[in-house]
């Protein structure tokens, strides 16, 4: 399984325990529900997006429109469910029939996040058959271009004389954002105020009015942004090659390495057969270049977990998350 610049690789008991969990079985047996496939799609798929339009999933979902329409042969139509941080789109979603019409976006840590510190978040983790990962973002840490912050070092100075009142935005509630920046007031000893937006086309706009001090965001807005944000950080392992210019965190003193997976899922009950078909068209666009191109010089990292791949670094993210949480005392 191919790992990003920003994946922790656990240990093997992680993959022992998951396979003895059955968890394995999340990926596609192409034999079971085979007669619900035959023929499909027969119709358009709607394509939905749980958050507002302008974001990484519009973003990536634009991009994959017109080759996954060549690839099943019909149209693609992608709408919008925001609310809740996704949680709305993904409540919705499994109640929504298993025909494989209807996908939905679906991003890490999001949807492990969300159900373990919601008891109403409306959905469970397990209620998603993620059918695929196509592309993952670091986070990233932006201030306004006019900012008299310049560097990390100003941040957190910043944040240490005034606590409390460094106000940081990002996309959605008990998000890849939201635990990147307790992540960051953790380890560099900071009181820091996350405030949520449904996504991060309106949290760009609360940065750019000054609404917020500073977004923790991902590394596609700030090419999107060019010179109206100053990036002063990155949660990457290293540089990134579309961002050299652009530090990392953990070249300015602080182990933060995370940020977002983006894939579709369907309602747990669809046919494997169906998955199957739809795994086998996200595979072959990511394997157009012009389309892995374009990701990447937009700051997307190109990915390729199947269903199986998928459940398993949901587990590994899960692993990585609670100890973090325990430790800020968000949960038991």
């Known amino acids: 399984m191919r790992?990003?610049?920003?994946a922790r690789t656990m240990a093997p008991i992680l993959a022992f325990g998951l396979l003895a969990a059955g968890c394995s079985s999340g990926g596609p047996t192409p034999s079971a529900g085979a007669g619900?496939?035959?023929?499909?799609?027969?119709k358009s798929i709607k394509y939905v997006l749980p958050f507002d339009p302008g974001g990484e999933s519009d973003i990536t979902a634009r991009l994959q429109q017109k080759p996954l329409q060549d690839i099943l042969g019909t149209?693609?139509?992608?709408?919008?469910?925001?609310?809740?941080?996704?949680?709305?789109?993904?409540?919705e979603l499994t109640r929504t029939s298993p025909d494989g019409y209807t996908i939905m976006g679906s991003n890490l840590p999001h949807i492990i996040l969300?159900?373990?510190?919601?008891?109403?978040?409306?959905?469970?983790?397990?209620?998603?058959?993620?059918?695929?990962i196509f592309e993952s973002t670091p986070n990233a840490l932006l201030v306004p271009a006019d900012s008299p912050i310049k560097t990390l070092d100003d941040f957190i100075a910043a944040a240490k004389k005034d606590p409390g009142a460094m106000t940081v935005g990002g996309s959605g509630e008990d998000s890849a954002n939201w635990i990147g920046t307790l992540d960051l007031g953790d380890k560099a000893g900071v009181?820091?105020?996350?405030?949520?937006?449904t996504g991060t086309g309106t949290a760009i706009p609360a940065l750019l009015g000054n609404h917020v001090k500073a977004l923790m965001t991902y590394t596609p807005q700030i090419a999107q942004l060019g010179d109206k944000v100053r990036a002063i950080a990155v949660a990457a392992d290293k540089r990134m090659t579309s961002l050299p210019d652009v530090p990392t965190f953990k070249e300015q003193g602080f182990?933060?390495?995370?940020?977002?997976?983006?894939?579709?899922?369907?309602?747990?009950?669809?046919?494997?057969?169906?998955?199957?078909?739809?795994?086998?068209?996200?595979?072959?666009?990511?394997?157009?270049?012009?389309?892995?191109?374009?990701?990447?010089k937009l700051g997307f990292v190109v990915e390729n977990y199947g269903p199986t791949e998928a459940a398993q670094l949901t587990q590994e993210r899960?692993?990585?998350y609670g100890p973090l949480l325990k430790k800020l005392k968000i949960i038991k």
């Open 191 to 197: 009181k820091l105020t996350y405030t949520p937006f």
């Open 75 to 91: 149209n693609v139509v992608v709408s919008y469910k925001p609310g809740a941080g996704g949680a709305l789109g993904w409540s």
């Open 3 to 6: 790992r990003t610049v920003f």
């Open 318 to 320: 899960e692993a990585v």
């Open 255 to 296: 182990d933060i390495v995370d940020g977002a997976y983006r894939g579709v899922s369907v309602p747990k009950a669809t046919p494997d057969a169906i998955v199957q078909k739809l795994v086998a068209a996200f595979k072959k666009a990511n394997s157009d270049p012009t389309l892995v191109q374009k990701f990447e």
């Open 36 to 42: 619900a496939a035959k023929g499909y799609p027969k």
């Open 114 to 132: 969300q159900p373990l510190l919601r008891a109403n978040a409306g959905y469970k983790t397990s209620d998603l058959k993620q059918v695929y």
